[in-house]
């Protein structure tokens, strides 16, 4: 199988360091890709907006099956270009078409989708621009805390939560009056607060069953404590110590079926795989959000966990005979600690100098996120620059093996926060 990644992130390191060990494999091609998956494949200078150039790289190097990692380009269509060209068509494409994709591309459709098919979720309202002052006087009605959301796609930064009502008002005319956040904003959902601790489900469906990979929570805000703005992530933990089988099977009972069934119904066919962002509240399991691919950093948490191989189960899903069952997984834990670099989420400078970053760790893996070559010096290159995962047979091992990696590599203003690994949210115990 000659294989196609579209992506240059760590969620994108870990599949192709992941798909690169299966011996179905003949030849991995990351697109863009970044140096340190040069070590899993090879790197081709290929935009996924660049559609007659996609046509002849995929002919030309016969190309089998077609992942996508990040999810702009299936919001905006890449699976329906490949599943209508009648030189691609014939291409196993792993990711959902453009409706099906607004599930996550748009808040509205997914909060109105979870409500047509009792999914559980946050009550919540929806406004365009055009409906400020109704969206103001909405606020107005209840007691915060207030979250709103961009409607949109905003890089993982579209969600505002607040405290108090002044702010919440301030942030609706950021918003929806001055597009805070471009189109992603024109229209915003705000909805009830829920309480609880997060943690994340992710399947591989082929749109009628699907396989439950290890579940994970990711830590978003910059700051230790969970204090700061939010991140695209900071880190991640795989398995959730919260998450027993009885919670596991609320999930796929009240959440994961009725959605699978949910796109059944409404004749939406889905390929790929599906993140549900989950919160344990009092009142059980609910729906923050869905994403229509793996996340990041949780899939450099969750894949090295995973003991089949992935390349096998995606072919099962393309050609549409996957059964419904828990993938085979490892009983390690892994952590995932994120370097990122000085400023971020803010405003961070590129081309700061890596070292350390080729010596090895034993029982840790080293994804690439945001990094590039320069003269032949690997340099920052992003916001998230690094992916750091340690594995151990408990928690603690596995965080300690993840901070020796990481702090063997440096760069000027690195930042790590040093409490991955912990669970927040939890009720105090009595």
Known sequence: ??????????????????????????????????????????????????????VHFCIREDIHIVLVGPEEPLVLGLGDFFAEHPNL??????????????????????????????????????????????????????????????????????????????EALKELDS??????????????????????????????TDGENYLLLPQATDYKRVGEGQTGPNTGGMGAISPVPFVIPEVLGVVHREIIRPTIEGLQAEGIPYCGFIFFGLMLTPEGPKVIEYNVRMGDPETEAVLPRLDEDLLALMIDAARGHVNTRPVAVKSETAVTVVLTSPGYPGNYPKGLPIVGSELASEGSLLFHSGTALRDGQLVTDGGRVLAVTGMGSSAEEAIAKAYAHADQINFEGKQVRRDIGTIYGLPAKK
């Not at 099906?100 to 919540?124: C, N, V, W």
């Not at 918003?175 to 471009?182: D, I, N, R, S, Y």
Request: charged share 20%; net charge negative.
């Open 1 to 54: 199988m000659n294989v196609l990644i579209f992506g240059s992130g760590g969620r994108e390191s870990a599949f192709a360091w992941s798909i690169g060990q299966s011996s179905l494999l003949s030849n991995l091609f990351i697109a863009p890709g970044n140096p340190g998956m040069a070590a899993f494949g090879t790197c081709v200078d290929l935009d996924w907006r660049d559609r007659d150039a996609i």
């Open 89 to 166: 068509a014939h291409i196993h494409f792993i990711g959902p078409q453009a409706e099906a994709a607004q599930l996550e591309g748009s808040k509205d459709f997914a909060k109105a989708f979870m409500q047509r098919h009792g999914i559980p979720t946050a009550g919540y309202r929806s406004f365009t621009k055009n409906e400020l002052e109704a969206a103001k006087m909405y606020v107005l009605s209840y007691d915060g805390p207030y979250v709103l959301k961009a409607d949109g796609l905003a890089g993982g930064k579209g969600v505002v939560i607040l405290d108090d009502v002044v």
């Open 175 to 204: 918003m929806l009056g001055e597009a805070k956040f471009g189109p992603a904003s024109s229209r915003v959902v705000i909805e009830e607060h829920l309480t609880g601790p997060e943690f994340s489900v992710f399947v591989l």
